[in-house]
Structures are given as C-alpha cells and as structure tokens.
C-alpha cells in the first residue's frame, strides 16, 4: 500500500507546491499593474504564467522524484526527460519574458518621443533582436534537450565539435544565400536604412513595410497584396523610401492639355481648391508649364502633404478636380485629337 500512497503523495504535495508558486507570482504580477497603471510590464509578465508553471512543475518533479522511490528499471530515463522538459520550459519562460520586456521598452518610448520614425526604428531594432534571442534559445535548448534524452548522443557531438571547422566551412558554403540575408538584416535593423512602417517604392510597387524577419521582407503594397523580398535586396538595389528623413511629402499631377489653356486661372483655381482640402498641410503648392510640343502642353501641380497616405490621396482629388473644372470652364483647353471626315467610295464599300 506505501508503495502506491508514497508516490501519489510526493507528485500531489510537488503539483500543489508549483501550482500555488505559480499564483502567487501571477496575483503579485496584478497588484502590481493595478498599483502602477502606467506600466505595463507588469501586466505584460502575466503572458509568462503558463510556462512558468510548466517550468516549476518538471523542476520540482525532477528533484522530488527520487522520493517517491517507484523503482523503475530506468529511473535515469525518467530523471533525464523532466530534466529536457525543465529546459525546454525554461526557454519558453525567457521568450514570453524577452517579448514583454521589448514590448514594454517600445511603448514607454512611444509615450516619452512624437517622432514616428525613431519609434518606428525601435520596433524594427526591437523585432530582429527578439528574432535573434528566439531562434538561438530555440537551437540550443533543443539541442541540450536532444542530448539529455539521448546520451548515445553525446559521443557523437564530441566528434562534431572536432571537426567543426571544416563543417563551418561547408555549412557556410552551402547557406551562403541565407547567411548573406542574416548581416543585410541585421545591417537594416541597426543601419536605419529601412524600418516597419516606412513607405517604399520597390519592383515598381508602392506600400509600407509591414514585416522585417531575419531572412525577408514583406511590403504592404496600396491594393493589400504582400510583397515578400529578401532582406538583401535592400542592400545592393536602389529603392524609393518616402519615409526617410520624415514623413511629409510633395506630390505632383500632370496634365496634357492645349496651348490655349489659360495657365494663371488653372493655377488661381488650384489654390483655391486645395485651401478646401484637409489633406493639404499648408507648407507648397505650385502649377508650371513643363514642356510644350506642337500640339499642347505639360502642366504640373505639385502639392505637400503630412504623409504618403495623404499625397496619394491628394493627387487623386486634384487630378480629378482640374480635369472637370477644365471641362467645365475652358473645355477648349482639353487636348483634341484631330480628325476628318472620309468619304466612302465604292472600294471600300467592295
């Protein structure tokens, strides 16, 4: 009978334990989000419950199981996967807590600073670092785990950590596409080149930066579709970033109209209708002649906006807007395509 009772008591008493740590660390979390409101890491730390209470509860199984004296033939076995599950708990714990902890620090600045690009630059610093930490905890736990659980295992590592060098060398070979993406992303991430949330004109697509990773890029393009590129790319080809160096930005409308185009009105009519825009932020406007050829003009407006949401809003309406005020008022000025009446002849009724 103690050898049923013995058991079940010592694994109920260490659940029981671990389980009551865990709350007590959760309910202390609380108080403190609900004392400091301001702060949200506290609040944030709660993410970590569940693997923490994973964590205590193989650790402590892992100590305590020796008391339970159940004589397996292969108590080893037993010590050896609560050891790999402590670890790879262990490794859970610190990613929930590296994600809060980044989350945590982008917020506070985003409070403390009113420049969108430097906290733009943060998170896309803060999302490659959190990256980093996560594949490196992820590798190395699992390859402690695999060890642990595998101790035929460890012979064989000992001879690959020998021969690592040439091993390095065909590794590097072989994955020098991906290793090349790892330094252009760690090279945009702390070079300021490119950051989430910028809007880029890349392959001829305009859309925002939505995703950096260590490897790829995805670009938000203005219709929803998602351009995924690697990382590289940015590296060694020129792109149009619309967000670098702040976000305000002038855009432009052309116009291919007749010579007899009363210019100064068309150029009256624009300041006009773009005092009635909210899009328009006050800082220039202008409308010139470009070119002229023998049968029109090119006119160009141009307008400043706070953002490229904004201006690409903006050149539309304005787009529009003069067109029909044209056609309105001066529809002479619209370019005419020239054309005559042709006589039918029997040939071409044949």
């Given at each position: 009978?103690e050898?049923?009772i013995?058991?079940l008591?010592?694994f109920a008493?260490?659940l029981?334990?671990t389980?009551a740590?865990g709350?007590?660390?959760?309910r202390l ?6 004392r ?12 970590v419950?569940m693997?923490?209470q ?8 892992h100590?305590?199981y020796?008391?339970a ?6 108590d080893d076995?037993v010590l050896n996967?609560l ?13 929930r807590a ?5 989350e945590?620090?982008l917020d506070?600045y ?7 690009a430097k906290v ?11 990256r980093?930490i ?6 190395t736990?699992?390859?402690?785990a695999i060890l642990?659980l595998f ?6 590592g ?6 690592a060098g040439?091993i390095?060398?065909?590794a590097?070979?072989a994955a020098?596409s ?7 992303g760690l090279?945009i991430?702390?070079?300021?080149s ?5 809007t880029v004109?890349v392959e001829g697509e305009w859309?925002t930066?939505e995703e950096i ?9 203005w ?5 995924t590129?690697?990382?590289?790319y940015?590296?060694s080809?020129?792109y149009e970033?619309w967000?670098?160096?702040g ?7 052309f116009?291919y109209?007749?010579?007899?185009t009363p210019v100064?009105?068309?150029r ?5 209708y ?5 899009d ?8 010139l002649v470009t070119?002229?050829t023998p ?14 949401d904004?201006v690409w809003?903006?050149r ?7 067109l029909a005020?044209?056609g309105?008022e ?7 395509i ?7 002849t029997p040939?071409m009724?044949?």
């Amino acid at each position: 009978m103690e050898e049923v009772i013995r058991p079940l008591v010592v694994f109920a008493v260490t659940l029981a334990v671990t389980i009551a740590t865990g709350l007590l660390a959760d309910r202390l979390l609380c108080r403190a989000a609900g004392r400091h409101p301001q702060n949200r890491l506290p609040s944030l730390l709660r993410r970590v419950h569940m693997p923490l209470q994973v964590f205590l509860a193989t650790l402590a199984l892992h100590f305590t199981y020796p008391l339970a004296q159940i004589q397996l033939r292969r108590d080893d076995v037993v010590l050896n996967v609560l050891a790999a599950m402590a670890i790879l708990s262990a490794a859970w714990v610190v990613m929930r807590a590296v994600d809060a902890v980044a989350e945590n620090t982008l917020d506070k600045y985003a409070r403390r600073t009113h420049d969108v690009a430097k906290v733009r630059r943060l998170h896309t610093q803060l999302t490659l670092v959190r990256r980093i930490i996560t594949t490196v905890l992820a590798i190395t736990t699992a390859a402690v785990a695999i060890l642990l659980l595998f101790p035929n295992l460890r012979t064989l590592g000992t001879s690959l950590l020998a021969s690592a060098g040439i091993i390095g060398v065909i590794a590097g070979v072989a994955a020098q596409s991906t290793l090349g993406n790892l330094v252009a992303g760690l090279q945009i991430a702390f070079g300021d080149s490119v950051k989430i949330g910028d809007t880029v004109v890349v392959e001829g697509e305009w859309g925002t930066i939505e995703e950096i990773t260590l490897s790829f890029l995805t670009v938000r393009i203005w219709d929803d579709r998602r351009l995924t590129m690697p990382v590289s790319y940015f590296n060694s080809k020129p792109y149009e970033n619309w967000s670098k160096g702040g976000p305000q930005i002038t855009g432009t409308v052309f116009l291919y109209l007749d010579t007899s185009t009363p210019v100064a009105a068309l150029r009256e009519h624009l300041g006009e209708y773009l005092r009635t825009r909210d899009d328009w932020d006050g800082r220039t406007w202008n409308l010139l002649v470009t070119d002229s050829t023998p049968t029109g003009i090119q006119v160009r407006a141009s307008m400043s906006a706070r953002n490229p949401d904004d201006v690409w809003t903006l050149r539309c309406a304005v787009r529009e807007e003069l067109l029909a005020w044209l056609g309105r008022e001066h529809p002479n000025a619209l370019p005419r395509i020239p054309a005559s009446v042709v006589e039918r002849t029997p040939a071409m009724a044949e």
